[in-house]
């Protein structure tokens, strides 16, 4: 199964969407089988961005997991894919490279939002 970042920005914003910031059913997302959010919520895991619980067995699939929260890094992902306009630029970005890493797609949003603070603030130097 391909990684995709469509799909573990879909399930940041669910995440976030509980008022108590802790889901505790499976989670849902229309045009996504429940493997396909398992899979990318293992994945979410591994890299630091969610929480949750995995009941992964034998006669599984795949992954078998439960995001339950966003974590502090996974809190600073989603504030750096929220805005819809970055996120499509950064996908056109990523549209010309023959696939790339989690830390290159952190680095393009990251920049991009970069860009957003120096039109706000033009006079502050950006490192």
Request: charged share 30%.
């Amino acid at each position: 199964m391909k990684r995709d970042m469509d799909l573990v920005r879909k399930i940041l914003f669910k995440l976030e969407e509980n008022p108590h910031g802790f889901n505790n059913k499976p989670m849902e997302i229309e045009g996504y089988t429940r493997e396909e959010i398992g899979y990318h919520a293992a994945l979410m895991h591994a890299a630091g961005l969610i929480e949750g619980i995995k009941f992964t067995h034998l006669q599984s699939e795949s992954p078998d997991y439960l995001p339950r929260c966003l974590t502090w890094t996974g809190h600073d992902f989603l504030d750096a894919c929220r805005d819809e306009g970055r996120w499509t630029k950064a996908k056109e970005i990523f549209g010309q490279l023959d696939g790339v890493t989690f830390d290159v797609v952190k680095e393009v949003l990251i920049r991009l939002m970069m860009q957003s603070v120096t039109r706000i603030l033009p006079d502050v130097p950006v490192h």
